[in-house]
T-cell receptor
Framework: DQQVKQNSPSLSVQEGRISILNCDYTNSMFDYFLWYKKYPAEGPTFLISISSIKDKNEDGRFTVFLNKSAKHLSLHIVPSQPGDSAVYFCAASAWANNLFFGTGTRLTVIP | DAGVTQSPTHLIKTRGQQVTLRCSPKSGHDTVSWYQQALGQGPQFIFQYYEEEERQRGNFPDRFSGHQFPNYSSELNVNALLLGDSALYLC?????????????FGPGTRLLVL
């Protein structure tokens, strides 16, 4: 049973535009959410996180939004750059326990 | 400040063999988690070690075992390898204190079972 879902396997965006990556979860006990970026042959790199007590967290070009009632979070990248091209994973945890990951979204930023 | 390191980077084994993978956590981190990532999937949690003991375990058989040493480094052992064990094995480290839930990953060990 997939508790964290990323329903878009891929996304293409023009350089300079906004990239929006989406993630849905089913477990209402999740209280911490993270986004990781992964290049081929490398481990996931932590990007940004959000606690369930917040609905928005921003770090430079990256903003994560959390909608607890819809059990949905999204990652916004503005402006998108070619170096952002990678696979993005959404992850969630409850009480600082193990992470549950989605299946990833491949982002391609077109120059 | 060294990040999470893993060794070896790649490994080829045959069915039935045993394998040991190693991980050194990020400086200042005391908790190590192991994940298996199959092709096209997200990482799946195997187990987590803290204070040299297994604290949590995912849905993996007993063929998967681990160890944590006093210096917080960790090993993942897999016995009686199956073809389906071929995957990228990721180690992640974190600190066990409130507000430090973020796990940082190493580059992974790619295991191929023939």
């Amino acid at each position: 049973d997939q508790q964290v879902k990323q329903n878009s396997p891929s996304l293409s965006v023009q350089e300079g535009r906004i990239s929006i990556l989406n993630c849905d979860y089913t477990n209402s006990m999740f209280d911490y959410f993270l986004w990781y970026k992964k290049y081929p042959a490398e481990g996931p790199t932590f990007l940004i996180s959000i606690s369930s007590i917040k609905d928005k967290n921003e770090d430079g070009r990256f903003t994560v939004f959390l909608n607890k009632s819809a059990k949905h979070l999204s990652l916004h990248i503005v402006p998108s750059q070619p170096g952002d091209s990678a696979v993005y994973f959404c992850a969630a945890s409850a009480w600082a326990n193990n992470l549950f990951f989605g299946t990833g979204t491949r982002l391609t930023v077109i120059p | 400040d060294a990040g999470v390191t893993q060794s070896p980077t790649h490994l080829i084994k045959t069915r039935g063999q045993q394998v040991t993978l190693r991980c050194s956590p990020k400086s200042g981190h005391d908790t190590v988690s192991w994940y298996q990532q199959a092709l096209g999937q997200g990482p799946q949690f195997i187990f987590q070690y803290y204070e040299e003991e297994e604290r949590q375990r995912g849905n993996f058989p007993d063929r998967f075992s681990g160890h944590q040493f006093p210096n917080y480094s960790s090993e993942l052992n897999v016995n009686a390898l199956l073809l389906g064990d071929s995957a990228l094995y990721l180690c992640a480290s974190s600190r066990t204190e409130a507000g430090s839930e973020t796990q940082y990953f190493g580059p992974g060990t790619r295991l191929l079972v023939l």
